[in-house]
């Protein structure tokens, strides 16, 4: 199983600043990672796919980078919509498995 | 457009059973890998369960091994969650989700249902 650990929990920004979340896998993962952004009562949205490419809806602030164990989710100047909850999820074998999530709150 | 929705949720006693459904529409459904994924309340997202898009491959998580099991029809554009011997821990908002395309072996979610709460309790 493919253990992956997001950091940090939480993370408060300010709106126009930067926000870099992490993510980490116990074991290497390639390029085959996925980020999901969720706000409270909605289902998880597809963000990044293949570690870097933007699903369709998501501006140019998005951008994800990565590969092997370490990846990192990076948004460039946050806007009052982008506060929510960050997932990452690994795809690279069956046995899919999500991180625990960053929260990203305004501070 | 691409719609999942869920049906079956509710409130069972521990130990008990419970079957979950997921109907797609506006795709072709016998195309895609669906998954079963949970929330708890107040907590992360936790990877069930999938199925391939003809039902030759299907895999859960530990959690659930050999207490749930994942089943379609693709004639009926459904997907569905057998729950067995259930705890409290299992008590979550289930979502079905399908892959973003028709590949077949990359799992990430394109798409996802609005959810069914499952909640165990004696």
């Known amino acids: 199983e493919t253990v992956m650990t997001q950091s940090p929990a939480t993370l408060s920004v300010s709106p126009g600043e930067r926000a870099t979340l992490s993510c980490r896998a116990s074991q290497s993962v390639s390029r085959n990672l996925a980020w999901y952004q969720q706000k409270p009562g909605q289902a998880p949205r597809l963000l990044i796919y293949g570690a870097s490419s933007r699903a369709t809806g998501f501006p140019a602030r998005f951008s994800g980078s990565g590969s092997g164990t370490e990846f990192t989710l990076t948004i460039s100047s946050l806007q009052s919509e982008d506060f929510a909850v960050y997932y990452c999820?690994?795809?690279?074998?069956?046995?899919?498995?999500f991180g625990q999530g960053t929260r990203l709150e305004i501070k | 457009q691409v719609q999942l929705v869920e049906s079956g949720g509710g409130v069972v006693q521990p130990g008990t059973s419970l079957r979950l459904s997921c109907a797609g529409s506006g795709f072709t459904f016998s195309s895609y890998t669906v998954h079963w994924v949970r929330q708890a309340p107040g907590k992360g997202l936790e990877w069930v369960a999938l199925m391939s898009s003809d039902g030759s491959n299907k895999y859960y998580a530990d959690s659930v091994r050999g207490r749930f099991t994942i089943s379609r029809d693709n004639s009926k554009n459904t997907v569905y969650l057998q729950m067995n011997s259930l705890r409290a821990e299992d008590t979550a908002v289930y979502h079905c989700?399908?892959?973003?395309?028709?590949?077949?072996?990359?799992?990430?979610?394109?798409?996802w249902g609005q959810g069914t709460l499952v909640t165990v309790s004696s």
């Open positions: 989700a399908r892959d973003f395309d028709d590949s077949g072996y990359e799992n990430y979610l394109g798409y």
């Open positions: 999820q690994q795809y690279n074998n069956w046995l899919i498995s």
